[in-house]
């Protein structure tokens, strides 16, 4: 059982940043590929961003690629998500998920998931 908690959102202006933190606890970390979805109100949850066990491939929505940057520190059992040139767009609940195989991009690859964490950018 993997327990994930999500911090870091907040209320920040068009063009500001925010980095996302996610904490683990249970199962083993470094063994897990590690996801960022979001879903806005009336909306589908939506990939964002993911990243292998090791750190060594990452992948990301077209819709961020070039703003935002997914990190891990497997020894600190957290995976980051930096986001930066927020538009009002990205105002979503933010989770993190753990991945044990399958496609990075796709929801049901997803095992274990965050409470999420609310992200709000204001024109």
């Known amino acids: 059982q993997v327990q994930l908690v999500e911090s870091g959102g907040g209320l920040v202006q068009a063009g500001g940043s925010l980095r996302l933190s996610c904490a683990a606890s249970?199962?083993?970390?470094?063994?897990?590929?590690m996801g960022w979805f979001r879903q806005a109100p009336g909306k589908e949850r939506e990939f964002v961003a993911a990243?292998?066990?090791?750190?060594?491939?990452?992948v990301y929505a077209d819709s961020v690629k070039g703003r935002f940057t997914i990190s891990r520190d497997n020894a600190k059992r957290t995976v980051y998500l930096q986001m930066n040139s927020l538009k009002p767009e990205d105002t979503a609940v933010y989770y993190c998920?753990?991945?044990?195989?399958?496609?990075?991009?796709?929801?049901?690859?997803?095992?274990?998931w965050g409470q999420g964490t609310q992200v709000t950018v204001s024109s």
């Open positions: 998920a753990t991945r044990s195989r399958g496609n990075l991009e796709v929801a049901q690859s997803y095992d274990y």
């Open positions: 249970g199962g083993t970390f470094s063994r897990y590929g």
């Open positions: 990243i292998t066990w090791s750190g060594g491939y990452t």
